[in-house]
């Protein structure tokens, strides 16, 4: 197998440039209620630390966390600019779109 690297972000040839990686944008409900949104290339690794109450400040103590929504996008810039746009909406406008791909919350 060919090993690829960028050399300008990647540690070892054996890593996946993050600059190639899928990148999601995702929305949680905390255990309170509230929604947190964030953005990562490794969605089961980032809910489980979430969870262990060492993903962010914000959900350590209101996990556990379950995920609502996630939406898939091309690299980390478009991810965090898509992250921006959702935390910016209200929380009537997170629960629309929540609904509008089929998840749900209480």
Request: charged residues 30%.
């Amino acid at each position: 197998a060919y090993n690829w690297s960028c050399n300008y972000c990647c540690y070892s040839l054996d890593s996946l440039c993050f600059r190639m990686r899928e990148w999601l944008v995702y929305i949680v409900e905390c255990s309170d209620k509230t929604l947190y949104t964030g953005i990562t290339n490794n969605l089961t690794k980032r809910l489980e630390s979430h969870n262990l109450g060492i993903g962010a400040k914000y959900t350590k103590s209101r996990n556990p966390v379950s995920l609502v929504y996630k939406e898939t996008l091309d690299g980390r810039g478009q991810a965090l600019k898509r992250e921006i746009a959702i935390k910016k909406l209200s929380r009537e406008e997170k629960k629309k779109l929540i609904d509008r791909a089929n998840f749900s919350t209480s």
